[in-house]
């Protein structure tokens, strides 16, 4: 497989090079990247610990970051890259940003969106899953392994 600058893999990599930011500053290894133009405007990973905010999600984050890169609230010309699927906190919000795509790794099957409901997202957002599945799954996985032998 071809490593383009402007993949989806690419990008996603940037957004698992924040969810090991998180892992190493023992938060939930989630991380995100939002790209407009092919650039990256926004990057974040979650923080709830350290911001002692339960709303601190690697998205919300994001969202809050690319939206004053932009100077307006929507990023209906934008994709959110994640490495799990966001929670229905996280995809309600991009709902309001009217994001033009949303790609992820990981599902999650206790907590994710789609559990609930695809139509959480605009109607306009593209939904991609399971760029990188693997990395993301993996990087989780020891994290929470890690948490219980500690």
């Given amino acids: 497989m071809e490593l383009s600058v402007f993949s989806d893999e ?13 892992f190493t500053e023992d938060e939930v290894p989630v991380g995100a990247v939002i790209v407009c133009d092919n650039k990256i405007i926004a990057r974040s990973h979650n923080m709830t610990e350290r911001l002692n905010d339960v709303t601190a999600h690697a998205e919300m984050l994001a969202f809050t970051s690319a939206t004053d890169f932009l100077g307006g609230k929507y990023l209906n010309e934008c994709t959110l890259y994640v490495t799990l699927e966001p929670c ?8 309001w940003t009217q994001l033009k795509k949303v790609v ?6 206790n907590r994710g969106f789609s559990k609930l409901s695809q139509n959480i997202l ?29």
Avoid at 10 to 22: D, I, N, R, T
Wanted: proline share 2%.
């Fill in 104 to 109: 992820y790794g990981a599902s999650d099957e």
């Fill in 10 to 22: 690419h990008f996603m990599k940037e957004a698992l090079k924040e969810a090991q930011k998180a």
């Fill in 88 to 95: 229905i906190m996280c995809a309600g919000a991009s709902y």
């Fill in 122 to 150: 605009h109607p306009k957002t593209e939904i991609k899953f399971g760029v990188l599945d693997k990395d993301c799954s993996e990087l989780l996985k020891s994290f929470f392994i890690k948490k219980r032998n500690d």
